[in-house]
């Protein structure tokens, strides 16, 4: 299988503080991942691209001094919502690919960030 | 940007029907091509996948036809089942290096009992 995690599931924060998310993918090494940001009704929002060992690709439009992404090890990215507003509440899902395959992703079961 | 106020286009059927998805796909150099099945609350599950050089792939229950033509992918799902119920994306990647996928707005499929 291709098994993606993520933690956590949902999230309620304080406006202002910081939150972060794990993504991990449970049997296989990534190189690669992606999180992306999905309003209600709406098709998913590519954030950025992670790359084990090296900065994260940001796509335009996205804070990458807001969205902080560390994709220390193979198996694990962190996306952390700095300083957060009710604006940044949405839905945020990782994926990661499998090496030596196709270009499938594989998603996580996404977090739900709600800010007060 | 995003939209606002976007309502995804519905498909209804009955249980027990075949169910046809469509999708209008954007750049013609792309060369791998996904579907994908979401349900509330959960992340995208990978469903079938059909490559350029295709135009028609079998799964269990489910057939992707790919017209390069027209730019056009369906996804076919048979014997349509309540658990079928979910919003299903279409994916593109563009030939080359990048590995970034071009989402579809989603079609939401809804199975009567």
């Known amino acids: 299988g291709a098994v993606v995690s993520q933690h956590p599931s949902w999230v309620i924060c304080k406006s202002g503080t910081s939150v972060k998310i794990e993504c991990r993918s449970l049997?296989?090494?990534?190189?690669?991942m992606f999180w992306y940001r999905q309003f209600p009704k709406q098709s998913l929002m590519l954030m950025a691209t992670?790359?084990?060992?090296?900065?994260?690709?940001?796509e335009q439009g996205v804070e990458k001094d807001k969205f902080l992404i560390n994709h220390a090890s193979l198996t694990l990215s962190t996306l952390t919502v700095t300083s957060a507003h009710p604006e940044d509440s949405s839905f945020y899902i990782c994926?990661?690919?499998?090496?030596?395959?196709?270009?499938?992703?594989?998603f996580g079961p996404g977090t739900r960030l709600t800010v007060l | 940007g995003e939209s606002v106020g976007l309502h995804l286009p519905t498909l209804s059927v009955q249980e027990g029907d075949n169910s046809i998805i469509n999708c209008a796909y954007s750049?013609?150099?792309?060369?791998?091509f996904i579907w994908y099945k979401q349900e509330s609350g959960k992340g995208p599950q990978f469903i079938i996948d059909?490559?350029?050089n295709m135009d028609k792939r079998q799964g269990q229950r489910v057939t992707v036809l790919l017209n390069k033509t027209v730019k056009h992918l369906s996804l076919q799902i048979a014997a349509t089942q309540p658990g079928d119920s979910a919003v299903y994306f279409c994916?593109?990647?563009?030939?080359?290096?990048?590995?970034?996928?071009?989402w579809g707005l989603g079609t939401s499929l809804a199975v009567n009992p």
């Open positions: 994926s990661a690919i499998r090496p030596g395959g196709t270009d499938t992703q594989y």
């Open positions: 994916a593109e990647k563009p030939a080359g290096n990048n590995r970034k996928l071009i």
């Open positions: 059909i490559r350029s």
């Open positions: 750049n013609s150099a792309s060369d791998y």
């Open positions: 049997d296989f090494q990534a190189t690669t």
């Open positions: 992670s790359n084990e060992g090296s900065k994260a690709t940001y």
